[in-house]
Structure formats: structure tokens, C-alpha cells
């Protein structure tokens, strides 16, 4: 299993951002997929979870902000973030929940300033 992460960038505070996550293997609907961020000389955390049926969980941090989707047929998971602070800078992650290890990939680098 491979995850490629995209769709980061610079944005101001209350700006708008969409990662995408796109998934190797046939049985990715199975998977409870997470976004996942970690922040310089933080630990890395979970944000967001969602099974493979649509259900979904939300750090404290980012809800009523983030909202994570899946798209099946793609493969692929989303993470569309709104009302963004600078608090939210941190290198973004998908992984399965609980994640596993050889699963991380490069991540997509989220840097909210002015």
C-alpha cells in the first residue's frame, strides 16, 4: 500500500485549503483512513478519521474547520480545510487508523502566515 499526499501550500489566516490522498490497492475501501499533521517539535496526531463507509471523527482542534471525504472508486481521501490559523502550520499525513508504519509517505506541507 502507497499514499501520496497532495495539495498543500501557503495560505493566509482564514484561507482555504483541499489535500488529497491518493491510495495504492484494491482493498482501500476497507481501510478507516486518517489525516494526520505534525507540527515542528510536535508529535505527530490525528485530525481527522473516516471508515469506509462514510462515518466520521474529528480532533477538537479542527472541528467545525475540517471536513475529511473519501471517493472509493478513486481511491482517494480528502481533507478540505477551512478558517485556517497558524496553529494548523504543520506537514500533512494520511494513513490507515491505527496507522501502520511502511504506510507513511512524504506528507504535503500546510503553512498558514500572513
Known amino acids: 500500500v502507497q499514499f501520496v499526499e497532495s495539495g498543500g501550500g501557503l495560505v493566509q489566516p482564514g484561507g482555504s485549503l483541499r489535500l488529497s490522498c491518493a491510495a495504492s490497492?484494491?482493498?482501500?475501501?476497507?481501510?478507516?483512513m486518517g489525516w494526520y499533521r505534525q507540527a515542528p517539535d510536535k508529535q505527530r496526531e490525528l485530525v481527522a478519521r473516516?471508515?469506509?463507509?462514510?462515518?466520521?471523527n474529528y480532533a477538537d482542534s479542527v472541528k467545525g474547520r475540517f471536513t475529511i471525504s473519501r471517493d472509493n472508486a478513486k481511491n482517494t481521501v480528502y481533507l478540505q480545510m477551512n478558517s485556517l490559523q497558524p496553529e494548523d502550520t504543520a506537514v500533512y499525513y494520511c494513513?490507515?487508523?491505527?496507522?501502520?508504519?511502511?504506510?507513511w509517505g512524504q506528507g504535503t506541507q500546510v503553512t498558514v502566515s500572513s
Open positions: 494513513n490507515t487508523v491505527p496507522s501502520v508504519p511502511d504506510y
Open positions: 490497492g484494491s482493498i482501500f475501501r476497507l481501510y478507516v
Open positions: 473516516i471508515t469506509g463507509g462514510g462515518m466520521t
